[in-house]
């Protein structure tokens, strides 16, 4: 990872990158009508600050390279944040590939790997994109199937222990998840279980926010910090109070990954964070429910970019279209309108596909003392050749 001070020149690209991010998100959710906003949006600057400064070490090109670092979203509903990042990382790719012509921005299996914004137009329709995490296809990125809160922190775990038994603990399993999701008995066991097993190679990142579904919210009904509820167990807990800047967040990851990391302690990095952040819908009210589609909140959420960057967006206010095409068309132009502040910034464009490169070609194709065997256990007949077993699990009819 590169130190804070180091990258303290890169913020400003930060800070776009994050804006067409929440857009992304946005135009995402407000053509399906479906989805979870206030999670996705509390995440993006942790999202951003981990795949960008180098803490996770990870090529956007290849996800199936054998020691890139894991990624888990625990809770998996909060995966638009995830779309939305790749496909705006993977626009900049795009577009240095047109400019140059040159193959290695290219995804290394295909186009039909790559997640790129039109993607976005699928959310939760049959054959695009799911509404949970899933592994396959154009989200390999995830390292897990997940879904409802809690349910990718057993199987992260599992995951920094396989690597651990095989000598590649230096390559580490991150788990995204807001603090709802540690209240689940499964968390809990998985953080006793991480510290007794040495797991300093899981790291999990907590949005805390405060909020879920409910109208209450955590803090009223769960006692203390993550200070309190990771550092009670024996793991390495940094974060910041101040989860919209850069600066605090990349120290604390600095901290917890290179100027205090122990091999055998597992790591936590906590961002206090407002859920719905932005959207003018925040908490509770913001978690699983958008925009009406089209609406005044809608475009209030456009009218703050528009301002920013000075950006037009076409038919600025208009109402929906009724037909399902119609709908698409106007997404692609919303879509349009946000993404040409990327394609009209030459240094972004060059900035975001030098470090993806770089972040990709850091990966190791090998670890000394990792052995990899081309046996497949699940392929050995012998295994399954009920007369190779032992006489004694068998017992004769009538015994």
Not at 18 to 33: A, E
Not at 39 to 56: C, I, Q, Y
Not at 164 to 172: P, T
Not at 277 to 296: F, L, P, T, V, W
């Amino acid at each position: 990872m590169q130190s804070p001070k180091n990258l303290e020149q890169y913020y400003p690209y930060w800070e776009i990158v994050k804006d067409i991010i929440d857009q992304s998100i946005d135009i995402m959710l407000n053509l399906r009508q479906s989805g979870h906003p206030g999670g996705s949006r509390s995440k993006v600057h942790g999202m951003v600050t981990t795949l960008l400064s180098g803490a996770m070490r990870w090529d956007i090109r290849d996800a199936g390279k054998r020691f890139s670092d894991r990624y888990v979203l625990v809770a998996g509903h909060a995966n638009p944040v995830v779309y939305a990042t790749l496909a705006v990382l993977n626009e900049a790719l795009r577009i240095k590939y047109h400019q140059t012509n040159d193959s290695k921005y290219l995804h290394f299996k295909g186009q039909e790997f790559q997640l790129n914004w039109e993607d976005l137009l699928t959310l939760r329709n049959h054959g695009g994109l799911p509404g949970h995490a899933e592994m396959e296809g154009k989200t390999l990125f995830f390292k897990f199937n997940t879904g409802p809160s809690g349910h990718g922190s057993p199987p992260a775990a599992g995951e920094a222990l396989a690597l651990k038994l095989a000598n590649a603990s230096e390559v580490k399993v991150f788990a995204f998840e807001g603090e709802g999701g540690f209240t689940t008995g499964a968390s809990h066991e998985t953080i006793n279980s991480a510290w007794g097993l040495g797991l300093g190679n899981l790291v999990y990142f907590m949005d805390w926010n405060d909020f879920g579904i409910d109208a209450r919210p955590f803090s009223s009904i769960v006692y203390g910090t993550p200070l309190d509820w990771f550092g009670s167990h024996g793991w390495h807990v940094e974060g910041t109070m101040n989860g919209e800047s850069w600066g605090e967040l990349t120290e604390a990851y600095y901290r917890l990954l290179i100027e205090k990391s122990d091999p055998n302690i597992p790591k936590v990095i906590y961002s206090k964070t407002t859920k719905g952040r932005g959207y003018h819908k925040i908490d509770y009210a913001s978690h699983g429910a958008a925009h009406k589609r089209n609406s005044e909140l809608f475009w209030k959420t456009k009218q703050d970019f528009s301002e920013k960057y000075n950006i037009d967006f076409h038919n600025f206010g208009e109402h929906e279209e009724k037909s399902r095409e119609g709908q698409v068309e106007q997404a692609k132009s919303y879509f349009n309108s946000v993404f040409s502040l990327m394609s009209s910034n030459q240094e972004l464009v060059d900035y975001l596909a030098d470090t993806l490169l770089s972040l990709g070609d850091s990966v190791p194709a090998k670890i000394d003392n990792c052995k990899i065997t081309v046996k497949n256990p699940l392929k050995d007949k012998k295994i399954f050749d009920v007369n190779s077993l032992p006489s004694n699990l068998f017992v004769s009819p009538g015994e």
